[in-house]
């Protein structure tokens, strides 16, 4: 008798929860236009400050070296809290992966919106591989960082191999498909001939200027001549 006054208290109970939570469910306001502008203005404030963080990481990391840069320094040079870096990249080691990756969506944007003045795959290629020297000359600061972490920090030999090699050769493998030459190409050999445009770009427009100190208009041509001698061989009697 006691165990079914029990049950039946039980289902009450639960009814008159049930009751007050649907209750709270239709009373709770419908978010507002200013709600919803508020939100959306928070994500974009979050992404200011993750590429100010980003970018003072970058000329903090250039020319104090990564080691002696602390993140208190960071977030002094991005005008942020220092506790941002630990809660948007886990600290000063994630930020690294989060630079590369930012880096590189910058070049993949700037590389689609470059004028399109080629004519045929030969100016097409040359316009690629000058345009990826000026780049890498211009962000030098960038590869200086970059290069001497990825020898030691396996976590940016993947952002690499998924950031700069697999999406810049997708973009260039994009740009290089329109011409007859190359859609005739098997996908192995049209891979390769679009990572050459990296490979031209950090030789001519980093490692010899940069590195080996050697004038840049002289490793730019010499660049262009090697890259038409590479095009060339391409070509066939039907080609355009």
């Known amino acids: 008798m006691v ?40 994500k974009r ?49 994630g930020l690294l992966p989060a630079l590369v990756e930012y880096q590189m969506s910058e070049e993949l944007i700037e590389m689609r919106h470059r004028p399109l003045t080629a004519g045929g795959l030969e100016e097409e290629f040359l316009q690629l591989v000058d345009w990826e020297i000026e780049y ?47 859609a005739a190409l098997p996908a192995e050999e049209l891979e390769v001939l679009a990572q050459s445009v990296g490979m031209f770009g950090m030789v001519f427009g980093f490692m010899r200027p940069m590195v080996l100190g050697h004038d840049r208009i002289r490793a730019k041509k010499m660049a262009n001549t090697l890259a038409s001698i590479l095009v060339r061989g391409l070509h066939r009697p039907h080609a355009d």
Not at 16 to 41: D, K
Not at 50 to 65: D, E, N
């Open 3 to 42: 165990s079914k006054k029990r049950h039946r208290r039980l289902r009450v109970e639960n009814n008159m929860l049930s009751g007050l939570n649907s209750n709270s469910l239709a009373q709770r306001p419908a978010p507002t236009r200013s709600s919803l502008l508020s939100q959306g203005n928070r």
């Open 45 to 93: 404030d979050r992404a200011g400050k993750q590429k100010a963080l980003i970018q003072a990481a970058l000329r903090l990391f250039a020319t104090k070296g990564y080691e002696t840069t602390t993140t208190r320094e960071i977030a002094a040079a991005a005008g942020c809290a220092e506790g941002l870096i630990h809660r948007y990249f886990k600290g000063k080691a």
């Open 136 to 182: 890498l000359w211009k962000n030098r600061d960038f590869l200086r960082v970059f290069i001497s972490r990825a020898l030691v920090d396996p976590a940016i030999n993947d952002v690499m191999n998924r950031a700069v090699l697999s999406s810049r050769t997708r973009a260039v493998v994009e740009c290089l498909k329109r011409h007859r030459q190359c």
